[in-house]
């Protein structure tokens, strides 16, 4: 002991900077102010630890939700979801704490009151939430294009304007133009549309009666027809032998006179090679804009596109072959006038070029789409869960988040980094493949949820934190606030919230193991202060865990704050304080004998805030460490 009597005391440590977590070393090796395990705290802006917002249910089916969109649809801020075969539209501006899908679709709450009371709303006013329309019961994609919500689900392909709800109309292509009755000499025009087997051809009259369709064993849809723009009608003016494919005119077109003839043949498969694909992204040059698809069973290297600003043409030959087919397409992800193609082995990027044909028919599509190897060794393996932070794409890979960006500035220069090291240990016991992507742009947070947890890359601040207890599909965000899927819910957190649907948010957050920079001595502390941000209600437990005391005996100690706050009086708890400015509380812990110590900071509660401001520990030492 007398050698160790007039040792310098260690310098205290002031824990001020929380800096998330960090797997990537060890325990003792990680800097002050990580975490070696962080739940359901996050790091502020100004990297204080700080409990997360909860959330709460919004609508609960008797059925799973197959996905959901959110928009202005006729003047009205709508969100629209897909849940047991229908298709619903809840209107946001009409407030309502019921969330059963049955009560808010008849107007009758549990109380038996109904939704045009007046004394919860105007009299004749709009339920909160109505019936669209039917829908595949099956995964449901949405995109909006033009004024209209476009929805995808199996085999259905609809559009919804906020009035009317209705199956996209196949756009119908001229094939040919020009050229004789019989065909000859015609030229070629637009494609045919692999929605829809009506096509549209245009004959130049020479007296003849008789007009040569380019298809034979027509189907037996009525076949229409124009002479210089004056309809003419099938069994009336013309008939038409569907075997042979030929269209006899009563009376001939005279010499000159332009005829246009549209005829239904559906090639069996053609639908299936647009609708299979279950993945939907809006990609155009400048101010033209193409609808591509990806991810078919069949098609799983090919993505489609549509003729420009036409989500209801997808001509036969706009599409793309990627490599080989032994490994699938995961995402699209536009990127400057670039588009990303993610697989699960690589990655490739796509550079519009004009298209040399266009100038002479302006039927095509004005741009083709060829790719160009990119990274052979790092792509994608969550299916359409590429997003785009900060304007670099981020990719899951393996067991690792990778951050596509060029460090040269140069657009068409993208490298590929690891920047998920810090989640190093828990990311390898996950399923990445399975894992839900979101951006939550408010907060500057990248979030990857799995298995019922969140890992979160703050690119704000350059920090990691979990969050627990979140099973999510999809994300969306209303309001500056993250909303998801999960199950047969949609749910959404609010700011408000101190708790998950009412329930506690166990908050824990464990750092390093320090030796406070002298691992020969041990240590004794009897000395600390805790600052946490005032609030109506706001509580913080700490323990300290050393080598010698673990979790389980280690003492708890808590610090807890009350002030007068009528928005949240519970008379139990007057305490009559009102300063607001954070206060300093002395915890007088005893710890002894130890060489390296850890801190946890726990929340455990379902209505308070938590913010930590500071920690400060001064320590003695007491002797050589064995």
């Known amino acids: 002991m007398a050698n ?8 205290p440590i002031e824990l001020d900077k929380f800096l998330g977590v960090n797997e990537s070393v060890g325990q003792t090796e990680i800097k002050l102010g990580e975490a070696v395990q962080q739940e359901n705290f996050r790091i502020t802006k100004n990297y204080k630890l700080q409990k997360r917002f909860g959330f ?33 539209k809840r209107n946001l501006s009409i407030a309502t704490s019921e969330t059963a899908l049955a009560n808010l679709l008849s107007g009758v709450w549990p109380d038996n009151t109904i939704w045009n009371d007046p004394d919860i709303w105007d009299e004749g006013a709009n ?28 085999s259905t392909y609809k559009t919804y304007d906020g009035t009317t709800y209705a199956d996209v109309e196949p756009y119908t292509p001229t094939i040919s133009v020009g050229g004789a ?13 692999l929605l829809s087997g009506a096509k549209t051809i245009q004959r130049v009259g020479n007296g003849t ?16 027809a124009t002479v210089n723009g004056v309809v003419k009608v099938e069994g009336v003016d013309f008939t038409v032998n569907r075997v042979t494919g ?14 246009t003839i549209t005829y239904t043949k559906v090639a069996a498969g053609n639908r299936d090679l647009v609708m299979n694909h279950k993945y939907v992204v809006l990609f155009g040059v400048e101010s033209d804009t193409n609808v591509f698809l990806f991810g078919g069973t069949h098609e799983k290297n090919i993505f489609r596109y549509s003729m420009v600003a036409k989500p209801n043409y997808f001509p036969a030959g706009a599409f793309v072959k990627v490599g080989t087919n032994e490994f699938a397409i995961t995402a699209l992800k536009p990127q400057y006038q670039s588009l990303l193609v993610f697989k699960e082995r690589d990655t490739k990027i796509v550079k519009p070029t004009p298209n040399p044909l266009y100038t002479s028919n302006k039927g095509l599509n004005p741009y083709n789409f060829p790719y160009f190897d990119l990274n052979d060794s790092v792509g994608n393996i969550a299916p359409n869960m590429v997003q785009l932070v900060e304007n670099n794409p981020v990719s899951l890979y393996g067991s690792s988040m990778w951050l596509w960006s060029s460090d040269t500035g140069v657009e068409d220069e993208r490298n590929a980094r690891i920047m998920s090291d810090r989640y190093k240990l828990s990311l390898q016991d996950e399923d990445l493949e399975a894992a839900t992507t979101y951006d939550f742009q408010d907060e500057k947070e990248h979030w990857t949820a799995v298995d019922g947890k969140v890992y979160i890359w703050n690119y704000g601040n350059d920090t990691m934190y979990q969050y627990t207890n979140i099973t999510a599909t999809e994300f969306l965000t209303i309001g500056g606030m993250p909303y998801f899927i999960s199950g047969n819910s949609i749910r959404r957190f609010d700011r408000s919230l101190r708790g998950d649907n009412g329930q506690p948010i166990p908050c824990k957050m464990y750092t390093g193991f320090s030796d406070f920079g002298q691992p020969q001595y041990r240590k004794m502390m009897r000395q600390q202060w805790v600052s946490i941000d005032p609030a109506a209600r706001t509580s913080v437990t ?18 807890e704050y009350r ?20 206060q300093p509380n002395r915890l007088k812990a005893k710890v002894k004998k130890f060489t390296y110590l850890q801190v946890l900071f726990e929340n455990n509660t379902n209505n308070e805030t938590l913010t930590v401001l500071e920690l400060m520990m001064q320590a003695q030492t007491q002797g050589f460490s064995r």
């Open 563 to 582: 002030y007068l706050d009528f928005n949240d009086i519970d008379f139990n708890d007057f305490s009559f304080l009102t300063n607001v400015n954070p």
């Open 542 to 559: 700490i323990s300290f865990i050393t080598d010698r005391v673990d979790e389980v005996a280690a003492k708890d100690f808590g610090i």
């Open 209 to 224: 009666a008789n007009y040569t369709l380019p298809e034979q064993n027509i189907d037996a849809t009525a076949v229409t």
């Open 127 to 154: 339920p909160p939430v109505i019936s669209i329309g039917p829908i595949t019961d099956t995964s449901t994609i949405f995109f909006y294009f033009e004024s209209k919500l476009y929805i995808k689900a199996g």
């Open 4 to 11: 160790a009597a007039f040792t310098k005391p260690p310098k």
């Open 246 to 259: 030929v269209l006899t005119f009563n009376t001939p077109p005279v010499n000159g006179a332009i005829v």
């Open 181 to 193: 009755p019989d065909g000859t000499g015609a030229a070629l025009a637009e494609e045919i549309n």
């Open 56 to 88: 709460e249910d919004f609508v609960v089916s008797a059925n799973p939700m197959r996905g959901f969109w959110h928009g202005t649809l006729g003047g009205i801020d709508s969100l629209v979801f897909a849940t047991g075969g229908q298709l619903y």
